[in-house]
Each structure stands twice: as structure tokens, then as C-alpha cells.
């Protein structure tokens, strides 16, 4: 793909510092089109530790030519710089995206791993256009028809996973900041359900909320298998 080529989803000019690591973010791209696939999706997701609040997972759909200029894994990113991007690319035109949310119910039930799998499938579902291979940072997701390749820290290595890491990050975001209003002595709206100390503190002196993962520790104090669980997703 030349540099003439890549337009910039956000409008204007893309510096060319940034059009080559653009470039290098698309290879896995490239490849997946090579090979004879159109409508390539990344799918990543968040929410996968905390002790509250549901896992939202991600698919999107970026077509061949168009690029987002900054997007990176979300982790890397500042609320701002994730804001920006997130309008960027769900307002897009040609940018095609979903969602999937798995609340703390069923992660209880069927366990975190098995929760980021349903999260990912139904993502990809909701898709207006079904794409036809995947990108998945960390997981070989078992979709029943669409090929699908894990990328070991995808959403550092792949422009739609990047994409995807945006979009699943600030919309679970959004999910803890509205929950805080309904559970402000926990601070959700900081850290978003993560075992910081200020939540741990929060739980030892109010104890578990109608949100909490009630399968995790500290509210499971046995061996976890939630926990064991998450590594296998990496």
C-alpha cells in the first residue's frame, strides 16, 4: 500500500512518522488480504480482571486503504487520546464496529474465559457485515465458520485489534462511570472495578455490591479457578 494510498479516518494528513508505523500496525492486514480476505475483523476486549462490572469485547471492521492516526493499544493511551480516537472511528462511515457485554451474572456462572469468549462471539454477530477472518489479541476464538488467527499482544501488532482495544476500553469505561453513579462509595468512576487498594479498601469496609464478581478473591478466598482461568487467554 503506498503512502498516497492511506487516507487518514480522522480527515486531513497523516504525518509520515506516524503513516510508516501505521504501515507496520496494517502487516497483519496485508497478509489476511494476500491470502484473499475482504472484510477483516480485530477483535479485543476489556474487563477480563477486574472484580466488578461486566467483560466487553470488541469487533471492527476497517476497509483496506483507510487508517487511524494514534490508535494503539488502549492500555497505552491516555481517557483523552481513547475518547478522540473512539469518536473517530464509530463515527466513520465505512468504519463498521460492535459490541459484546457479558455482565458479572454470567461470568460468575460460566466463568471469566468462557465469558470473554461469548462477549467476542456476540461482537462479531452484531456486525451489519459479517466479516470473513478474524484477528484476536490472545485468544483463538472458536467461531463456527470464520477463520480466525490469535495475535499474542494483537492490539499493539494490528491496526483493527488496536481499533477494537479503543472501542471495547471506553465503552466498558463509560459502563463503570455510569455504575459509580449508582455505587459512588466504591469509586468505579476511578478505577473501574480493578483491585486497586482504594477498591479493596472500599469492599473490606462495605463488602461486595450488586456488581461484583462474587467468583473472584477477595470474595472467593479458595483457590480460584476464575483466576487460573485468565491465563489461558495469553
Request: aromatic share 8%; charged share 25%; with cysteine.
Amino acid at each position: 500500500m503506498s503512502r498516497r494510498k492511506l487516507k487518514s479516518a480522522a480527515g486531513g494528513e497523516i504525518e509520515l512518522i506516524e503513516l510508516d508505523r501505521l504501515k507496520e500496525l496494517m502487516t497483519y492486514e496485508r497478509r489476511a488480504r494476500r491470502q484473499g480476505y475482504q472484510r477483516i475483523a480485530g477483535i479485543d476486549e476489556a474487563g477480563r480482571g477486574p472484580l466488578a462490572g461486566p467483560v466487553v469485547a470488541a469487533a471492527c471492521i476497517i476497509p483496506d486503504g483507510i487508517a487511524v492516526p494514534g490508535v494503539n493499544d488502549s492500555k497505552l493511551l491516555t481517557p483523552e487520546q481513547r475518547e478522540t480516537l473512539f469518536g473517530v472511528i464509530t463515527g466513520h462511515p465505512d468504519i463498521h464496529y460492535a459490541v459484546g457485554i457479558v455482565d458479572h451474572q454470567v461470568i460468575d456462572t460460566i466463568n471469566i474465559f468462557q465469558a470473554t469468549i461469548q462477549a467476542m462471539l456476540e461482537a462479531v454477530s452484531k456486525l451489519i457485515h459479517q466479516p470473513d477472518f478474524l484477528f484476536v489479541d490472545g485468544l483463538k476464538l472458536p467461531h463456527p465458520t470464520i477463520p480466525c488467527e490469535k495475535i499474542i499482544k494483537g492490539d499493539q501488532l494490528s491496526h483493527s485489534v488496536a481499533a477494537a482495544s479503543v472501542i471495547a476500553k471506553v465503552t466498558r469505561d463509560r459502563i463503570m462511570r455510569d455504575y459509580h453513579q449508582v455505587y459512588p462509595q466504591y469509586g468505579f468512576d476511578q478505577h473501574k472495578g480493578y483491585s486497586t487498594d482504594l477498591h479493596l479498601e472500599m469492599i473490606a469496609k462495605y463488602g461486595a455490591c450488586p456488581i461484583h464478581r462474587l467468583t473472584f478473591k477477595p470474595f472467593y478466598e479458595e483457590e480460584d479457578v476464575s483466576s487460573d482461568l485468565q491465563g489461558t487467554l495469553f
